[in-house]
């Protein structure tokens, strides 16, 4: 008699999960693009629209003449983050540098530690990225996080002092 097939678990929106266990079933699937872990809960996003693609692609060449232009930071996109026992995925951060006193390294292939400025496009995501990932930002120490909310047409710039976010 042959065994059953096993497959391992995947990932399911609202699953709670440590980074460990997060981190291990995602090298699992392959073909996830897109998945986050906030506060210990599991975030996997269905493809991305075209307003949120067009309004990524313009913040994040914003920030890559920004990175160009000033010694000591770096920039990405959709990058996985260990943050606060989290793994978000920004849709796209600036950094300083370590060198620089940046206060980010890296855990073998992913940054560690916060960017100092975080940047959401609120398309489908608005109550993750307006709520418990503002609240993650801001324990973490994001110094800057900007909420771009496509359908409100509004950008908000959030400033971090003394440990809460200030528009």
Request: hydrophobic share 40%.
């Amino acid at each position: 008699m042959l065994s059953p097939v096993v497959r391992p678990p995947g990932l399911v929106t609202g699953e709670r999960l440590t980074v460990e266990e997060f981190l291990r079933r995602w090298e699992e699937l392959p073909d996830l693009k897109s998945a986050e872990l906030i506060d210990g809960v599991v975030y996997v996003f269905s493809p991305v629209s075209r307003e949120h693609g067009r309004l990524d692609s313009r913040i994040n060449l914003w920030l890559a003449y920004y990175a160009q232009a000033t010694p000591g930071c770096d920039t990405g996109t959709n990058s996985t983050w260990l943050m606060s026992g989290s793994a978000p995925q920004p849709d796209a951060y600036l950094c300083i540098l370590p060198a620089h006193g940046g206060q980010n390294g890296n855990e073998g292939p992913l940054a560690a530690g916060a960017p100092e400025l975080a940047v959401e496009i609120c398309v489908t995501s608005a109550d993750l990225d307006l709520g418990p990932k503002l609240a993650l930002y801001q324990r973490a120490g994001v110094r800057e996080y900007i909420t771009v909310e496509a359908f409100g047409q509004r950008l908000i710039w959030r400033v971090l002092e003394n440990g809460d976010y200030v528009a």
